[in-house]
Structures are given as C-alpha cells and as structure tokens.
C-alpha cells in the first residue's frame, strides 16, 4: 500500500489552523479581560503589612473593573509558598500576587527554590514603598541605637529580634544592621507581622525591624518605643525618629516594597491594563490618604519599570546575604 501525501501547502495549512485555535481563546480573552474574578495572593497571615495594603488597593480596583478582587492568603516558608503557586498558576491575569522586597532576597537566601525568580513571572507594577522602623518591647532598656549597639555588645547573641519570617525584609535589614554595629543578635522568625507584634506586646523578644504601618499605632499607645527608622530619610509618619545613618551607621538604607507580579506567560496587554489601574487606583483621593496616613508611599510603574526593580534587588539582596551570612533556620 502507497503512503498518502499530502500537498505541502495542505499541511502548513491544517498546521497553521490548529495553532490559531489553540491561541484564539487566550486572544479572544486579553480585549475583555477581566470578565470574571480576580485572585490576589498575599504571601504572609492578614493584618500584615502586605494585608494592610492589599485589602484597601483590592477594593479600587473592584470599583475600576467591575470585578471582585479576591484576597487569597498563602503565608509560609517567607513567602515562598505563595511564589510557587503563582509560577504554576494558570497565566490568564486572573491570579496575580502581591510580593514584597522578600522575593528577590529567597533568590539568593534559599539554596533551593521551587521556581525560577526572574523566568517564572511576569511583571505588573511596583505598588508602594514602605520605610521600616527599629521598635523595642516594653523589657528593652534602649531607647536609641547607640544604646542598642552598646547593649548588644555587652551581651552578645542574647538580644532576641523578631521578624515576619525567615528571609522577611526585616530579618535581612536586622542581619545587615549587627554586621554594619559588629554586634550579635538571635533572630526569631514568626508567620507573618501579627505574629512579630503579638510577641513584642507580650514581651517574648526584645526588638524588631518592622514595616513602619504595623508597628506605629503600638508606639504611639506606648506598648513599644522608636528606636530609629531605616530609610536613607525620616518618614513623615513619625518625623520625630532619627535614622540609622542619623545614629551612626553611615549609608544604612533599607526600605519595604510591594509589587504585583503574575505568571510568565500572562498577555503583555492584560498586565498592561492592570498595571495602568493600579496607578489610577493609587492616584484616587481617599486611597491615597488611607495608604499615606499608614506610612505607605505610593508608585505605581509600568511592568517594565518594575522588572528593572526586581532586577537590581536580586543583585542587591544577593550582596547582602553573603556579606551578612544570614541563612534559612
């Protein structure tokens, strides 16, 4: 029996066909996109910091899509439970994850990820900056770094400091601090910032390096004291606190940030369609207020400008683990 052929431009055809049939539904969906509800991961336990802003961000964009913005908290292994469910999520822009500055330091932090960082997703928009704050509890005796540096070197690894998990923003600006002093302090990894303040008003651990959003309204109702903030600059919430580099540890500068990113392969249209209402959302007079009264401050980038962010903290995170030493418990 004669093998069939086939006229080649049958072929390329039928070929050519099956593609466009496979790639129409995901077309067919960017130009309507979002026609149903949207998923937003949060990598930590709600009333953190990343909750803090989610939720109120959460609620603009329902109005400006008219779709429900759904929060879906996956707290753990510092954040990195989260990331892999996105990098295996289906990449139609109807699951999407807030990230914090957390997502670029496991990069270099976890020898083992399940995920590649920067081939894994896709960029949205760098939401909003958060400057951190150094808090004492109640049994600290230090009210001011120099007191803290002398503290800790009269007792070395006995101080105890808190952070929302291992490879938390916190934990890594504590790491850096003790090695820029020369001191030694033992770092206690809780799930997420209400576990942090929880053990700082119970007096379980002596200080943390915290999103300045969580820890104010405790330091204002004098249940912790402000030892300093970590940004390069005073924030306007507590203009009153010093920073570090005010305090004697030149070039300190660690800030929080919080991003939205999604799955590598998600349309570049439908990232650039939320990425535009995230910044219209963030522009709005009462969301603006909400989040700048809680430290927040407010971006807004295009995805571009976002991966170019991602980009440099991999590198800069990457610097500070190793000079730190810091590592997974």
């Known amino acids: 029996m004669k093998p069939l052929h086939f006229p080649r431009r049958l072929v390329l055809g039928s070929v050519l066909a ?12 960017e130009p309507n996109w979002p026609d149903k509800p949207i998923q937003l991961v949060i990598p930590y336990p709600p009333g ?8 109120p961000l959460a609620v603009q964009l329902q109005q400006q899509l008219g779709q429900s913005v759904v929060l879906e908290y996956k707290p753990g292994a510092g954040g990195t439970l989260a990331s892999q ?12 994850q807030m990230v914090l500055a957390a997502h670029a330091i496991n990069a270099s932090l976890y020898p083992k990820l399940p995920y590649d960082t920067q081939k894994d997703f896709a960029p949205v928009s760098l939401v909003a900056n958060l400057p951190m704050i150094v808090a004492g509890s109640k049994k600290l005796p230090a009210k001011n770094i120099p007191e803290l540096i002398a503290a800790a070197k009269a007792a070395p690894g006995q101080l105890t400091f808190g952070s929302a998990g291992n490879g938390n923003t916190g934990h890594l600006a504590a790491e850096l601090f003790a090695t820029e002093a020369g001191v030694r302090m033992t770092h206690v990894p809780y799930k997420g910032s209400a576990g942090v303040v929880n053990a700082m008003l119970a007096g379980d651990i002596d200080l943390t390096f915290d999103s300045i959003s969580t820890s104010m309204p405790h330091i204002r109702d004098g249940r912790m004291h402000a030892l300093a903030v970590t940004s390069a600059k005073r924030s306007p919430l507590a203009p009153d ?16 940030w919080y991003a939205i990113i999604a799955p590598a392969g998600t349309p570049e249209a439908v990232r650039k369609r939320l990425s535009d209402e995230i910044a ?4 709005q007079p009462q969301l603006l207020a909400q989040l700048t009264a809680s430290g927040y401050e407010p971006v807004g980038s295009s995805p571009e400008a976002l991966q170019k962010h991602i980009d440099a903290e991999v590198v800069r995170w990457a610097q500070v683990v190793k000079s730190t030493g810091a590592r997974v418990d």
């Open 18 to 29: 099956s593609a466009a049939a496979l790639l129409a539904p995901l077309a067919a969906a």
């Open 48 to 55: 953190g910091s990343a909750d803090l802003l989610g939720r």
């Open 85 to 96: 469910y996105i990098a295996r999520a289906r990449p139609d822009g109807y699951t999407v």
């Open 241 to 256: 606190v010093p920073t570090i580099r005010e305090q004697g540890i030149p070039n300190f500068d660690v800030t929080g």
């Open 280 to 283: 219209k959302a963030l522009k």
